[in-house]
């Protein structure tokens, strides 16, 4: 395998204006169908289906046009700006939407087949695609307000996910999301507030090529910054997350810790640039980067529940990401985009498997589990692919992730970094052994009075559809990698200021 990366490949400017929309207005029209078919569930559910695959459909054309053209752009009724509405897809965006729409579509399948769920079917398939509609124009929005307006967009629909469930404790642990947000809209308001007063304009393109200067400058970077690592769950504004993530059924759970987090950290790879400058400020976001990776790791091997494992894990994993913005060069963040496309897949099948390991033991306490690997092989398999994977274990995607990013901080000669992250992703691979042991090889518990329930095929199917993209981005990663290099290419306006343009 190639690792240079002194050669990216070179897109075109094209305008796309149908493309550039078409992803939010499939997930808009996908939304005001299921309500409408509310009063059918079977019908909402195909209907539902039918918009996840339409939507899965108009990401991949959308970003077979990026590879082919370059990145398309649009203004929403013709409005330039700074008036108007700008809607620009990238490589960046356009692989993070792809990969969205795929988790989207995987949720679905699942919570369409789950007949026994505890939440409103009626409310659940039009709240899923409103928030992929948040996701999506997230991704899209050239505009810092309107990224703002996405952001509320996500948090609307997200809440209204967590208290649609009849259970007091997930009802409360709703509370634990949605107060530090409401914290971070404010801080992202107040930003919004002083990067206009600072340049007059929110566009992303008026503000990467502000000269910016002088304390309020200054401040609107770090209010940003704050509201995106509190989105994105990094040190120390994560506690909020494994309790909320893990109270979340399995449909809802695998979309919230595939794409949440991951939003909140596209933003930080889309802004930081703007606001700060190699040296003092890369430090401070290195130091936070790797307090994230130690302190997830370490919530998650003092865990019994493997929801809440998880949880941790999906902080942890952050802090990588952030470690790749942290170094700032063209090879770290070809490597922190690869890092971010392959999680998304992973930790999205994962909540599905934890799903998959309570439907059928009927909990997913640790010390409650044992000898599925022999009632249910298959599902043992289901967790062994993304379970090596987020481990880091070779041939499979999180093999080569953390491969390029190991090799890009020993470049840089971060070698305290290097280290870090190679005891974390031990100690990533003791959890994930742990729940292996007690919940599969391990006897099944003496208190364990019944039987394994049968686990459906039609529920295991989008657990093996993410576990094969798992498996062949392993095997051909050269794909994602020339991607990866072409989204940065398309961020270097933005963070030529970290000496990060290749």
């Known amino acids: 395998m190639d690792f240079r990366l002194d050669n990216p490949p070179h897109h075109s400017n094209a305008s796309g204006v149908m493309l550039a929309s078409a992803p939010i207005l499939v997930a808009l029209c996908a939304a005001l169908v299921c309500l409408l078919a509310r ?32 990145p398309l752009h649009t203004a929403v009724g013709d409005w330039r700006a700074p008036t108007g509405i700008d809607m620009r897809i990238d490589s960046l965006s356009a692989i993070v939407i792809f990969v969205a729409s795929l988790i989207g579509l995987a949720a679905l399948l699942w919570a ?29 929005t050239a505009d810092l307000f309107n990224l703002y307006v996405w952001f509320e967009v996500m948090l609307i629909a997200s809440f209204a996910l967590l208290t649609s469930h009849t259970d007091p404790d997930r009802r409360r642990s ?33 503000i990467g090529s502000a000269s910016g200067g002088g304390p309020s400058w200054q401040v609107a970077g770090a209010l940003l910054c704050v509201a995106f690592l509190a989105k994105a769950g990094a040190f120390p504004l994560f506690l909020w997350l494994p309790r909320a993530y893990a109270a979340a059924p399995a449909a809802i759970g695998c979309v919230f810790a595939a794409l949440l987090t991951k939003v909140g950290v596209y933003a930080l790879y889309r802004s930081h640039g703007w606001f700060f400058a190699s040296g003092q400020d890369s430090s401070v976001l290195l130091a936070i980067a790797l307090f994230t990776m130690v302190a997830g790791v370490l919530g998650a091997a003092a865990q019994t529940e493997i929801r809440y494992i998880l949880s941790f894990h999906i902080v942890s994993q952050v802090g990588y990401m952030l470690l790749a913005l942290a170094l700032g060069t063209a090879q770290a963040l070809a490597a922190g985009v690869f890092y971010l496309a392959h999680h998304i897949i992973v930790k999205g099948n994962l909540f599905l498997v934890a799903g998959a390991i309570r439907k059928v033991a009927g909990s997913t306490t640790l010390t409650a589990l044992g000898g599925l690997v022999r009632s249910h092989p298959y599902l043992a398999l289901g967790f062994a692919v993304p379970a090596l994977s987020l481990a880091g274990v070779p041939p499979l995607s999180g093999f080569w992730a953390k491969l390029l990013l190991l090799k890009a901080a020993l470049d840089a000669e971060f070698y305290f970094a290097a280290g870090v992250a190679l005891v974390v992703g031990l100690l990533t691979s003791y959890s994930m052994l742990k729940i292996w042991v007690a919940a599969f090889w391990g006897p099944v518990p003496k208190a364990f009075s019944g039987t394994h ?43 030529s200021n970290l000496g990060a343009a290749p």
């Open 174 to 206: 709703a509370v634990f999301y949605v107060v530090p947000s409401l914290l971070g809209s404010v801080c992202f308001l107040l930003g919004v507030a002083l990067v206009y007063g600072n340049t007059g304009a929110l566009s992303f393109e008026a």
């Open 453 to 495: 329930r049968r686990f459906a095929w039609s529920l295991a199917a989008p657990i093996a559809l993410l576990a094969l993209v798992t498996v062949s981005i392993g095997v051909w990663p050269n794909a994602l990698l020339s991607l990866s290099t072409g989204a940065v290419e398309d961020l270097a306006p933005s963070l």
């Open 112 to 140: 369409s087949q789950d007949s026994k769920t505890c939440w409103q079917p009626k409310n659940y398939h039009a709240l899923h695609h409103f928030l992929m509609f948040g996701v999506v124009g997230a991704l899209c």
């Open 39 to 70: 009063g059918s569930v079977r019908r909402q559910q195909r209907l539902s289906i039918a918009g996840g695959v339409v939507l899965l459909l108009v990401s991949s054309a959308t970003l077979l046009a990026v590879v082919q053209s370059g």
